[in-house]
């Protein structure tokens, strides 16, 4: 199956730039994902990238899309203690949904 | 309010009791899924529906059954649980395949 990797954990402190790096290995993918997980609750949908797109950026979020290496990465600019939580990559292979393994960002104060 | 549902939020279990966990959304969405969630291995699919009596596996489906009976509902069965079932389980909808997913709360099991 599909692959998709990402480190597992990421400490910042706050008010720094955190950024979270996600591989994938289908590029065929419509778009590529990035949810966000809360202590506790469901995931949602943070922000997403059309796979003809090389950066989209919406407020504090920025995602950067090299195809050619299948390299997605999210830039959270000032991150903020409420950012804390584990973010997902995830793409589409086929008719089936592929997360990777999460990053759980730790905002210092 | 546009959810998504799960019943029940938290189960413990014992080998080999047949249970349901129950998902349900209000959107009118075609494709619904399960995944299953476990430390370090991020949310694995177990089965997904292209639409009503549309089912298919996943990447771990081994020991679950899912129906799709009705568009809003999409239950996932457990004939026999394991305690390698022990896991955080969340339903979600989209309109299609490629499109956003919204995730219900997620249900707890535990099997003793």
């Known amino acids: 199956g599909e692959d998709v990797e990402q480190s597992l954990f990421l400490s910042v402190r706050e008010g720094d730039s955190s950024v979270i790096n996600c591989t994938y290995t289908?590029?065929?993918?419509?778009?590529l994902y990035w949810y966000k997980q809360e202590p506790g609750a469901g995931l949602q949908l943070l922000t997403y990238?059309?796979?003809?797109?090389d950066m989209k950026q919406d407020q504090r979020l920025t995602v950067l899309l090299n195809k050619k290496d299948k390299h997605l990465s999210l830039r959270i600019a000032d991150t903020q203690t409420g950012d804390s939580a584990i973010y997902f990559c995830?793409?589409?292979?086929?008719?089936?949904?592929?997360f990777g393994p999460g990053t759980r960002l730790s905002v210092l104060p | 309010e546009a959810q998504v549902t799960q019943n029940p939020r938290y189960l413990i279990t014992v080998t080999g009791k047949k249970l349901t966990v129950t998902c349900s959304q209000n959107m009118n969405h075609e494709y619904m899924s399960w995944y299953r969630q476990d430390p370090g291995l991020g949310l694995r699919q177990i089965y997904y529906s292209m639409n009503v009596e549309v089912t298919d596996k996943g990447d771990v489906p081994e020991g679950y059954k899912v129906s799709r009976k009705e568009k809003r509902n999409f239950p996932l069965i457990l004939e026999s649980p394991s305690p390698n079932q022990t896991s955080l389980y969340f339903c979600?909808?989209?309109?299609?395949?490629?499109?956003?997913?919204?995730f219900g709360p997620g249900t707890r099991l535990t099997v003793l």
């Open positions: 979600a909808s989209s309109l299609g395949v490629g499109n956003e997913q919204f």
């Open positions: 990238i059309f796979s003809n797109m």
């Open positions: 289908d590029s065929s993918s419509t778009y």
């Open positions: 995830a793409e589409t292979y086929g008719q089936n949904f592929v």
